[in-house]
């Protein structure tokens, strides 16, 4: 009898597994409308839904509308609990149980707000002509941009409006590159129209003198015993122009100039010593130095300049705006690619808007170790120089505390939002044991950047796959070429290159909306952009490894460059030889005392050259190659 019950409950139990796995597979579709409260259809453009399924707190269906009916398709006997956002803004939501038909069901959503900036210097009444606005949801997302009219005014944007008491919208104002000032919070009631009036910390003229210090090296300034100089900024914005001379003491004197970027221009730079730097001049600071890049010119006909730059000959990539539910998919496969090759990427984590899309958690968390390092890119997205010491010590504390919360990291690198910091936000990154900062060249301090003994190591942002068009208002992917030629630029003046990438230039773009799917040419061109590198034997490193590198680089790559000509022929001995005279004169490579003794042996075996061929193809190490070197000094065809 009890062999009969355990059949029958088998036999019961394989039918309800059975119909369990059949009932679960079982799906039907929702059917939403979305509509304004007056009935109008909405401009689905900037709207999403965001879907939970039950009483789960995790999302379970995120999707872009592109209509204003949207058709999902969910498992059956469920409940549902369906949210629809407007340009990053809480609109409305529904409930609806699903059983085993579809439904059809109507969200209604609050009209939108109109919303006109007026944009003034710091006497609150000269309007700004020409600065752009930007307004973004507090996500950091941006949705409308327009230049300022000779009244300072926008366009008036009609935008969702913040019915949800924690939304609100912040206007980045630029002056062309230049980022000025951060405008929040901005509330909109449904159907109403707002003028917003933002008053910038600059002046309309900039009175006070400019100064700009012109050096002939580190320490010293152009004299009267130089050769005269002139000095011309070109602003940016508006392309004009002015020149002064410099002064006997190494000086020149700038006056009355409209704030913005200037682009410098020094004559006379016959041998393209003297940097072309852009300049910050908005007032809040009056004196600039220039500094001559010096040199050691080896051969008039080989056309090899050899540079005293401490170098890393390496690449940080940098993946900003790592955050959950935005482009999740775009940024985990972007990330991917690093992920396939073995290749380290610091991610910027924003840190209070991560940590909840276990999809995105999940991923990065099995990166940390393997191919990804955590940056802190700070809470929010408004600039750390709109705070005072306090705020931005409490901001680093707390975005610091929750990515150890999230991801079990203490991570000493800083992105600041915006890539804007001063010397509050160093010093508070100094208490809380930071010790890497990457900002931007246009917006942290200017070069040098040095490579050792430094606290806190700067490394901003030398070049970018991707750049805002301002006629579309999204970001576009760069090509592979124009990138590495920026990469190449940075590693020639500064010894290292950070390569900054965001999830917006690797997604598909519809009707100016960003899409949750991978743009595969931009992915085509990073992958393309990744191999040159490699081709090129420049190292990719995590940011932080940027310092660490350079200090285990012992022989320069330019002598790897020589070695090859070297060997092909192209350069002749006297060339290369005067190349590795010149580094052991500077200590580059350190001669062992036993090697004073010379012979008067001046022929360059043929072993040598071959070792130089191999060495610089990678075919040999530094080491072996040095031992080609030490015979060179102790039979007297190299002196020191």
Known sequence: MKIINYVFLFIISGMLISFGISYAEESQTIQVEIKYTNGDRVDFNGMKLVVYQDFDKAIFLEKQLESSI????????????IEVYANGMYADVAYVQINNTPKEITMNIPLSGGLKFEVFYNDGQSAVEGVRVVIKSKDGTEWRQGNTNALGETIRYWVQSTTNQDDYYIADVFLGDLFLKSHYPIKLIPGLSKNEKIIIDIPKIIEDQI?????????????????????????KLDEQSVTANVNFRGEAYFSNLKPGVYLTKIMPNEAG?????????????NKFNIFKTQSVKLEESSNILLQEIESCNCVAFRFDDVQDYWLNDVQIQTMDVFQKQDLPLTLGIIADSFGNDLKLLEFVKQGIGNNFKIANHGVGNIAFTEFSFEEQDSRIKDSSQRIKNTLNVDSKIFIPPQNRFNEDTKQSLLDNGFTYISSSLLHGDPPPFPLTGEKLYQFPEISTTGTFDPVQNVFLGESHELTL???????EKYGFAVITMHPQEFSTIVNGTYQ???NTNQIFELKTLVEKLQNEKIKIVYLDQINLDSQTERIPIWLKNNAEWWAN?????????????????????KIPEQFIEKSSQQIIPVWIKNNAEWWAN?????DTFVQGIEYLIKNGIITY
């Open 273 to 285: 010593n003297w940097p072309e730097l852009e300049l910050e001049i908005i007032g809040n600071h």
């Open 569 to 589: 022929d192209q350069i002749d001995d006297d060339t290369f030889v005067q190349g590795i005279e010149y580094l052991i004169q500077q200590n580059i490579i």
């Open 485 to 491: 030629v920026k990469t190449l630029e940075g590693l």
């Open 516 to 518: 949750n799917q991978l």
């Open 70 to 81: 949207e058709v999902l398709t969910v498992p059956a006997n469920h409940r549902y609990k």
């Open 211 to 235: 100064i700009i210090n012109l050096y002939k090296d580190g320490t010293t300034k152009i004299s009267n015993i130089d050769e005269t100089h002139t000095i011309t900024l070109t602003n």
């Open 618 to 622: 990678d075919q040999i190490d530094d």
